[in-house]
């Protein structure tokens, strides 16, 4: 790995290829930590009801505080999305891939997605966790 590559993605031999994340990282660097991040303004106020709304706002959230520690999206490792509608998700998959492509661009981490009940904020329908590596110099 080198400073312009802080990861190397990682894909079994055999294994088809994932389409739209990676099954592994292996990066080493400085490490950064999300809380559960959701998708309201900086100022805790809800700007989009809908979960796409609340994904690309998350994103933005998570870019923001990686910019604070001298990281960009392309430092990301995983991510762990926390949805409370499997049904939403899926009937707007071409509106979340947009969205992503928007804010992270074409870098795809390791991710999981899960379905919960609920979230800590009534209001919210999305929450990701984030994970990324700054190299070594």
């Given at each position: 790995?080198?400073?312009l590559t802080p990861h190397m993605f990682l894909q079994p031999d055999g294994w088809a290829p994932a389409k739209g994340y990676s099954n592994g990282v292996m990066a080493e ?109």
């Amino acid at each position: 790995m080198t400073a312009l590559t802080p990861h190397m993605f990682l894909q079994p031999d055999g294994w088809a290829p994932a389409k739209g994340y990676s099954n592994g990282v292996m990066a080493e660097g400085k490490l950064i930590f999300t809380g559960g991040l959701v998708g309201w303004s900086a100022q805790q106020t809800w700007e989009h009801l809908d979960m796409v709304g609340q994904f690309r706002q998350t994103l933005e959230n998570i870019v923001a505080v990686l910019e604070s520690a001298g990281a960009g999206p392309e430092h990301l490792v995983r991510l762990t999305w926390y949805i409370t509608d499997k049904q939403e998700y899926n009937e707007n998959l071409r509106a979340f891939g947009a969205a992503y492509r928007d804010v992270i661009g074409r870098h795809f981490p390791a991710m999981a997605v899960v379905q919960v009940i609920a979230l800590m904020e009534d209001e919210a329908k999305i929450e990701i966790e984030a994970t990324a590596v700054i190299p070594h110099d």
